[in-house]
């Protein structure tokens, strides 16, 4: 069967490469999607190299950006308005971003979805122990820039629970004979509308202001008693401490209850800038229902995944590395999802060519992937040990060493066997496109002298030739 079906998507998705390309295929194949969130690479000149949680997969990704600012916006906003294009009318959008970049980003976004269409600049306070500075003050938070495709866009309203410092300075009102505790809150809001009937009154609206409830609520309210006035005759509904404990208060756009992700958690796959799961879970629940189908084109560690799958919400989730989709399977595994049943995954190379254009860090991930090893601790050099195999595969332990070339030659064979030896290995693999004739020699005269090493080609690795 088809991932692809009337213009539906049949399953969940994990798609392999360059979102600008994945997103032009589902609008070809007419997919549109109900929610993306996306957290891009910031425009912060750093470059990130790293050590996933479960040593299996070093992920090296660049975050700088040659050309400046300009250049980075000009990037962002040609995947920008394929997102655009990918969306709902009813669909909403979620950037998330810093301060590097922010205000860029929201100046190119007004652009292509339309000023009157930004719904929110959220604040998420992501460091809590502020650190003193000599200048400035502590920068502590992200921003998430919401915008919706039209003025009609899924939205459900999210509630938190009510704090006892909240409820001492809020409801500080008491009804005289039943001690019920309320405040009073207003009836008015930003923007113009039509005037309102309060019992017997009919009361016009202030300029620049609207009513923000129909007539129908209005006089059930006023038949029970809930609104009261004004000494100027201006009405106030009167909202009791209980309603409020049992509905929790509405979530504003200050974002301070989501702690960053811990370094402990069992959710931490090693990502340098990983989100929590509660941040992702707010806004899915936030703009999607059961029926929407969610997108995150830079999906990185597939939190977005794995919150939309866990909510029961259908996803595509697109990242350029393969390191990164490998990591995504095993972490939805934790949650029952399963590759062919689940999600399919596309993308992925498959041939020599697409293997020679990997990103070196790219390439080290796949082969060690394929062989079933771990990834070293340590980025080493060229005459370290890429990866290795514990004595729980061997007798002894094994190193790998990892080579995106032709014709590798005798140097590098007697480099890696003084690698060998000073890490106590007493069985070695190098995977490279082709050797030399001099490698092989090399490697035969070693393993005369009791040390093992086997030279593996790529194309050997790819078509499953290869055994341990």
């Given at each position: 069967m088809s991932i692809y079906q009337n213009n539906q998507l049949q399953k969940n998705l994990l798609i392999c490469g360059d979102n600008l390309n994945a997103m032009d295929d589902l609008i070809k194949k007419g997919i549109q999607v109900d929610l993306i969130y996306l957290d891009p690479p910031f425009f912060s000149n750093k470059h990130y190299e790293v050590v996933w949680g479960d040593e299996a997969e070093v992920r090296s990704f660049k975050d700088r950006w040659a050309g400046g600012i300009n250049v980075y916006i000009e990037w962002m906003r040609e995947r920008i308005v394929k997102m655009y294009e990918t969306l709902k009318d009813t669909g909403s959008l979620y950037l998330h971003c810093d301060w590097h970049a922010g205000h860029y980003l929201k100046v190119m976004l007004d652009e292509i979805f339309g000023y009157k269409n930004f719904r929110n600049e959220i604040i998420w306070e992501k460091i809590r122990v502020k650190k003193a500075q000599s200048k400035d003050f502590p920068k502590v938070h992200?921003?998430?820039l919401c915008y919706s495709k039209t003025d009609k866009y899924i939205y459900y309203p999210q509630m938190i629970e009510i704090s006892e410092k909240y409820k001492a300075s809020h409801y500080g009102q008491?009804?005289?004979?039943?001690?019920?505790?309320?405040?009073?809150?207003t009836l008015l809001q930003g923007g113009q509308g039509p005037a309102r009937r309060f019992a017997k009154k009919v009361l016009e609206p202030p300029v620049g202001k609207h009513w923000i409830w129909g007539q129908e609520r209005i006089d059930n309210a006023m038949k029970a008693g809930n609104i009261v006035f004004s000494k100027s005759g201006r009405p106030s509904y009167k909202r009791y401490l209980e309603e409020s404990e049992k509905t929790g208060i509405p979530v504003g756009d200050i974002w301070k209850d989501i702690a960053p992700e811990n370094a402990?958690?069992?959710?931490?796959?090693?990502?340098?800038?990983?989100?929590?799961?509660?941040?992702?879970?707010r806004i899915i629940e936030a703009s999607s229902d059961k029926k929407s189908l969610c997108l995150d084109p830079f999906c990185g560690c597939g939190t977005a995944m794995a919150v939309a799958h866990r909510l029961g919400r259908k996803w595509i989730g697109i990242d350029i590395?393969?390191?990164?989709i490998n990591v995504i399977v095993k972490r939805l595994s934790r949650y029952g999802a399963l590759i062919g049943k689940d999600f399919e995954v596309i993308g992925m190379p498959t041939t020599l060519s697409e293997l020679r254009t990997l990103e070196p860090f790219e390439?080290?991930?796949?082969?060690?992937?394929?062989?079933?090893?771990?990834?070293?601790?340590?980025?080493?050099?060229?005459?370290?040990?890429?990866g290795y195999y514990d004595k729980?595969?061997?007798t002894d332990k094994a190193?790998?060493?990892?080579?995106?070339?032709?014709?590798?030659?005798?140097?590098?064979?007697?480099?890696?066997e003084t690698a060998l030896s000073r890490g106590k290995f007493t069985k070695g693999f190098i995977v490279a496109f082709s050797f030399s004739k001099g490698a092989n020699e090399e490697a035969a005269r070693a393993k005369s002298e009791g040390l093992e090493i086997r030279l593996i080609k790529v194309e050997d690795l790819l078509l499953g030739k290869v055994k341990i």
């Open positions: 992200d921003t998430i008491e009804e005289p004979k039943t001690g019920k505790r309320y405040r009073l809150v402990q958690s069992s959710n931490r796959m090693g990502y340098p800038t990983q989100k929590p799961e509660a941040l992702l879970e590395s393969p390191t990164a390439f080290q991930n796949w082969v060690i992937n394929e062989m079933r090893a771990k990834q070293s601790k340590k980025l080493s050099s060229d005459f370290g040990l890429d729980t595969i061997f190193g790998i060493q990892v080579k995106q070339s032709e014709n590798v030659g005798r140097n590098v064979v007697d480099n890696f």
